[in-house]
C-alpha cells in the first residue's frame, strides 16, 4: 500500500454477499473494484453508540455535493465525520438510489430460494445487508441510508435519474479513513 500504510488485512466479498467490520479511528478500508463494474453497498455507524449512524442529507448539504468523491467526507446524523475520502481512483460514487429490494430481483432474475438453489439463491441488498446488521444486534429499524460506491447515476433537469454503466473500471479503489471507530456495513448484490 502507498504512503508507508501496512496492509491488516484482506478479504474478497462475492458478489451478493456481505460483510462488516469495525474500522478504529485512523485506521484506512480499501474498498477496490476487482473486475470493473461493482457496486458495494455501505452503511455507516459510530462503533460505540450504534444510534450514531450515516445522514445523507447532513452529508450532502454541508459539502454542496450530490456524489461522493476523493476529499468528501461521511456525516453522522450528530454532525461528526464517521469516515472520510483520502483517495478515490473512480470518482463517482453514488448516494441517491439505494439498494434492490426481493421484489425488484425477483422481477428481473425470477424467484430462486435457498432451500432450492442453496448458495445459489438470488439474493438482494436490502436483506443482505439486514443479516449483517443482526450480526450486531440490530434490526430493520436501524436501516440507514446508504452509499453505493462504484455506481454512477445521474440526474438531468427534469429530476429523471440515469444508471451510467462503466464508471467504476477494473482495480478502481476509494480509501474510507475513520474519524471515529466506525462500524461499516458492505453488501456487493
Not at 476487482?34 to 445522514?55: I, T
Not at 427534469?158 to 473500471?169: L, R
Request: charged share 25%; proline share 2%.
Amino acid at each position: 500500500m502507498e504512503n508507508n500504510l501496512v496492509l491488516l488485512t484482506e478479504t474478497v466479498i462475492d458478489g451478493g454477499w456481505n460483510y462488516s467490520r469495525i474500522v478504529k479511528r485512523g485506521q484506512l478500508l480499501r474498498l477496490t473494484d476487482l473486475e470493473g463494474g461493482a457496486n458495494v453497498s455501505a452503511m455507516f455507524y459510530n462503533a460505540g453508540n450504534f444510534s450514531e449512524r450515516f445522514n445523507l442529507g447532513d452529508t450532502l448539504k454541508i459539502q454542496h455535493i450530490c456524489r461522493l468523491t476523493k476529499h468528501c467526507c461521511i456525516y453522522s446524523d450528530m454532525g461528526r465525520i464517521l469516515m472520510s475520502v483520502p483517495e478515490d481512483t473512480c470518482g463517482w460514487h453514488d448516494m441517491l438510489c439505494g439498494c434492490t429490494h426481493a421484489a425488484l430481483i425477483e422481477k428481473r432474475f425470477g424467484k430462486k430460494e435457498y432451500q432450492e438453489a442453496h448458495n445459489d439463491f438470488y439474493r438482494n441488498g436490502y436483506d443482505s445487508l439486514l443479516v449483517e446488521l443482526g450480526k450486531h444486534g440490530m434490526t430493520k429499524r436501524d436501516v440507514t441510508e446508504i452509499i453505493n460506491f462504484f455506481s454512477k447515476v445521474t440526474v438531468d433537469e427534469k429530476g429523471a435519474m440515469t444508471f451510467v454503466p462503466g464508471n467504476s473500471p477494473a482495480g478502481s479503489h476509494v480509501d474510507l479513513r475513520a474519524e471515529m471507530d466506525t462500524l461499516v456495513v458492505l453488501d456487493t448484490g
